[in-house]
């Protein structure tokens, strides 16, 4: 009887019997092996990948809270100081008046030695200085009142950056102040010469006056009345237009956001327009509080995607709370290396346009959206009240000829004699 032909090769070192069922077992065994390794690698990998990006967000959160802790401890030594500043009625706190003694005895002397050698020229500098000195206390004062005051009242942005918010505290600390070259400076106990970001922000050793002054960016209120005034000629402008008054013209959205950027959004005053309650609508309705939401519903955070700069996961779009926080910082914060000015002011021009729009056709009792009205037409039998009331705009309708004729009591359509009405009969 002759045998079968077998076939034999070599598996990881074993002779395997090809034609034989346990030979078949045995390479899908070595298959199922080389897949579990193959898993086992990338499960690996991705193990890594994962680790890191974890490792990353957890960096990244850390930061963030310290940064908020820093924040929060900045404004609340700067509330200490202005309770000091508040309890001294206007006078300077005994470091101030340290200081301040102290420099005009060496002056004094300075002075009185120029008298002995009578040095006449000596002697003019010298009273220079004084003047100086005597104006520079006065600057003081006044500079330190005026902070108190902004804070006591409630009138300090909340737009203010980080920076703005360390220089309001170091400034109004005694411990920090310090007479150097006819100057009043405050030397910045929070400052780390290693961080090369912060120093290139404007984060510095010593902080002056002006320095102070330039951080107590007050709430925009001058804009602030006269974008008010503004949405009220908007509204009434409005209501005219529904009610089909000849004279009004419809809402056009280029034309106003123009306006808006022009005539109210500064570089100065737009971090106030952003995080203070520019539309007097309340402090959670702040243009910062909604963005995120504004960005998505109209369609804005798609000129964010792909962009590595906010789009780190793949070009999948702003879709991780990191990513999100990116977008927000970069149009809110001008502090954050990736803002542009006219890049945020395009949004919140745009932002107020759409409340402007909304302002000019109010919102109607039925909930439907400014296009389905401007899409409506009278039904059977409306008249002017009722179409207006149904959410119907008449100036829409002018727009196609339409108009409501007082006398007839009907809708008609210019350059015909039949009405609306007769034109619904018929249909």
Not at 23 to 44: E, M, P, V
Not at 138 to 147: D, F, H, N, P, Q
Not at 263 to 273: A, D, L, P, R, Y
Not at 354 to 366: L, Q, R, V, W
Request: glycine share 8%; with cysteine.
């Amino acid at each position: 009887m002759a045998k079968d032909d077998k076939t034999k090769r070599t598996t990881l070192g074993a002779d395997i019997d090809t034609s034989s069922a346990m030979g078949a077992y045995q390479d899908a065994l070595n298959a199922q092996r080389d897949i579990r390794s193959n898993w086992d690698i990338a499960s690996d990998i991705s193990s890594d990948v994962m680790g890191g990006i974890q490792e990353h967000r957890a960096a990244v959160r850390l930061d963030e809270e310290n940064k908020l802790k820093e924040l929060e401890a900045h404004e609340n030594q700067f509330a200490n100081n202005v309770a000091k500043i508040t309890e001294n009625s206007g006078s300077l706190g005994e470091e101030y008046y340290g200081i301040a003694t102290e420099q005009a005895k060496l002056l004094q002397e300075e002075y009185m030695n120029a008298v002995r050698a009578g040095d006449k020229e000596a002697q003019s500098k010298i009273k220079m200085k004084l003047q100086g000195f005597s104006t520079g206390v006065g600057s003081l004062k006044e500079s330190l009142t005026i902070a108190a005051e902004l804070k006591n009242e409630n009138l300090l942005s909340k737009g203010r950056t980080a920076l703005e918010k360390e220089i309001s505290n170091v400034c109004t600390s005694e411990d920090n102040a310090m007479y150097v070259d006819g100057e009043w400076v405050f030397k910045n106990p929070y400052y780390d010469p290693s961080d090369a970001d912060k120093i290139k922000k404007g984060y510095k050793e010593f902080y002056t006056l002006e320095d102070l002054d330039k951080s107590l960016g007050e709430i925009n209120e001058t804009e602030k009345l006269e974008f008010a005034k503004y949405e009220k000629s908007t509204n009434s402008s409005g209501a005219r237009y529904i009610n089909g008054d000849p004279q009004a013209v419809e809402f056009n959205k280029q034309r106003v956001k123009v306006h808006i950027s022009d005539n109210f959004i500064t570089e100065e005053n737009i971090m106030s327009v952003m995080h203070d309650d520019f539309r007097s609508a309340g402090e959670s309705n702040t243009f910062s509080a909604h963005l995120e939401e504004y960005l998505r519903t109209s369609g804005l955070i798609e000129s964010f995607h792909d962009n590595p700069k906010f789009d780190t996961e793949g070009g999948e779009g702003i879709d991780t709370e990191e990513e999100m926080k990116a977008v927000l910082d970069a149009v809110t914060n001008k502090e954050d290396s990736n803002y542009k000015y006219d890049v945020s002011r395009n949004i919140v021009a745009e932002y107020l346009t759409m409340h402007a729009e909304d302002k000019f056709y109010g919102t109607h009792p039925s909930g439907k959206s400014i296009t389905d009205r401007k899409a409506m037409r009278p039904k059977k039998g409306d008249t002017l009240k009722m179409f207006v009331e149904a959410g119907g705009i008449v100036g829409e309708l002018a727009k196609e000829g339409t108009i409501w004729n007082e006398d007839l009591g009907k809708f008609v359509t210019r350059g015909s004699d039949m009405t609306t009405q007769e034109i619904l009969d018929k249909a």
